[in-house]
């Protein structure tokens, strides 16, 4: 069993989503470490959950910290090969000293990203995650995303219908999608209704 694109499952906060995860093949796991977020995971959560998981890589997601402080967190992280960060300039002295890198844009911004950038981008084999928190595209919107999928890879999350999530990675020629973790109703207990309808549909069939 295997999907049909690439797939990076966002905010894992709990054991039941990442082992689901993990037997559905996603691709990488991310964890948030900014403590200043709701759903920041300390090291020792981290441990718990990672340690029971085999197959998908591990990511660190980060959105206020400067690259010292980024490498300071991560040496409690064992494990972690992702980074994830909004800041270009961060995230590549972060690939410089050996991290696959995630730049993530929002979707409204993509029109101000200049070639030079997307030049920086391409060079230091980042990939792109682009997210929007509508539920629908504009054919506009639609068009920029071609337009820098076809430069760099690029991940497409945010708000989509689970339609928008299973038929744009082909159609706009994406690397794949980013999708969200959510919260365990009690301990063990989890509903996987969303998630699990966009896996179970990018499924490859033996």
Same mark, same amino acid.
């Given at each position: ?11 894992? /906060? ?7 995860? #993990? ?12 403590? /200043? ?6 090291? /020792?959560?981290?441990? *718990? ?18 690259? *010292? ?26 690939? *410089? ?17 200049? #070639? ?20 629908? @595209? ?10 820098? #999928? ?11 219908? /689970? ?25 063990? @207990? ?17």
């Amino acid at each position: 069993m295997a999907l049909k694109t690439f797939v990076k499952v966002s905010g894992i /906060t709990n054991l039941s989503d990442a082992r689901y995860c #993990a037997g559905m093949q996603v691709d990488v796991l991310g964890f948030n470490l900014d403590k /200043t977020s709701a759903k920041y995971v300390d090291p /020792t959560v981290y441990s *718990e959950i990672t340690g029971w998981v085999s197959g998908p890589e591990f990511l660190g997601e980060f959105s206020s910290l400067n690259t *010292e402080e980024i490498i300071e967190t991560i040496k409690s992280y064992e494990g972690l090969e992702w980074v994830e960060h909004a800041d270009v300039a961060t995230l590549i002295e972060l690939v *410089e000293k050996g991290y696959k890198g995630i730049l993530k844009i929002r979707l409204d911004e993509l029109s101000h990203i200049e #070639a030079s950038l997307v030049h920086e981008i391409k060079n230091h084999e980042v990939v792109v995650h682009l997210f929007s928190e509508k539920e629908s @595209l504009s054919e506009k919107e639609v068009t920029a995303i071609q337009n820098i #999928a076809s430069q760099v890879p690029t991940l497409l999350g945010g708000s989509l219908t /689970t339609e928008q999530f299973i038929s744009l990675p082909e159609r706009l020629k994406l690397k794949g999608i980013s999708l969200e973790g959510g919260e365990e109703i009690k301990p063990g @207990l989890k509903d996987f209704d969303e998630l699990a309808e966009i896996l179970e549909s990018l499924e490859i069939e033996d």
